[in-house]
């Protein structure tokens, strides 16, 4: 099976969700591929998305690093290719009223 | 292609209107949405298999695929992203003539795709003439970017439940959340419903 690169986006993208459950930059830390042993920072991954969600790839091969699903109230955090996902409540935010959930204007 | 004229009365009786489910808005487009690197899986190593809980299974190649009886599907489609997409065309293989392959009294199925990604889904929802495996949309071979060289068609939930690339379908006696639905989407995704997340009624 080939695979595209294409049409990923850069792992930064991942500082703006990812800074609301960490206290330090999480886009610095590193991550080693369980699978081809590629070494990056979270700023390198290859991330796809952002919907349904946000997720982040081995540069080297694909393979699963971590995704990050916001929804209406809570972020999801998956880390690695577990099967278990952390989800973390998020404070009230302006742009996710409850008009937003029935798609009245 | 779908009018979006108002009065314009599409299949059956009811408007278009009528055919949007709540929080949903109509495209002409077709948006396509990745969780990673596209697969492109040339139809001469392209197979098909279905397993049943007890180990039996059924596999088919391409061809053999493309011999079974092929039915036009022309339905609705809705993303959870709240795109809906009216009249779309397909062509493929009810997932009824497809599960028949293998002895099965699972209550789920789990699909899973060559690129790792899987689904869950009551069994229920893949018989019963409202479920297909298409390699053609509107006419052509379905391109890769839409998940060919074929996907599933389940119209009646939201899209991510119709499994891109896919390559077999897993029937299971318990229900095994996949890729989306551990990461805080709905078990079941029914758009009529609004089952978008988790803990959506
Ligand atoms: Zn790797």
Sequence with gaps: ?105 | MASLSPGFHGRGSRSLVERLPPGQYPTESFPVLSAGPTPHVPTDRWSFTVTGENGGSRSWTWDEMRALPQEQPVVDIHCVTRWSKFDTRWEGVSLDVLAAGVETSAGFVVAESFDGYTTNLPRADVTGGRAWLVHSFDGYPLSPDHGGPARLLIPHLYFWKSAKWVKGLRFTTEDEPGFWERAGYHDYGDPWREQRYWNDA
């Design chain 1, 1 to 105: 099976m080939n695979q595209h690169p294409a049409h990923h986006l850069d792992g930064n993208c991942l500082a703006g969700p990812l800074a609301q459950v960490f206290a330090l930059d999480p886009t610095t830390a590193w991550w080693t591929c369980p699978d081809c042993r590629t070494a990056s920072p979270v700023g390198g991954l290859h991330v796809y998305g952002p919907e349904p969600g946000l997720t982040g790839r081995c540069p080297g091969c694909a393979q699963l690093a971590l995704r990050v699903v916001t929804h209406p109230g809570h972020l999801w955090l998956q880390l690695g290719t577990g099967r278990g996902a952390f989800r973390f409540p998020l404070p009230p935010s302006p742009s996710w009223s409850p008009s937003d959930r029935t798609g009245e204007p």
